[in-house]
């Protein structure tokens, strides 16, 4: 039998790294900037969700993605 929660937790990082690339490419989609700096920029967002989730197992508030 298939455990939910493990398999929950094996996809909510993946599911970060989407939540949190999609900002970054709309814009380059939408303006004329080019796409070179929309992954530095997720990258970026992930290691701030990152340091936001961690601070959260301390008591604080949780992430940029809440899952």
Known sequence: MIDKKALWEAVKEPLRWLA?????????????????WAGGVV??????DGYLHEKAKKGESGGLVRF
């Open 20 to 36: 949190l690339a999609v900002l970054p490419f709309a814009v380059a989609y939408f303006t004329e900037l080019g796409y070179e």
């Open 43 to 48: 990258v970026l967002l992930r290691i701030f």
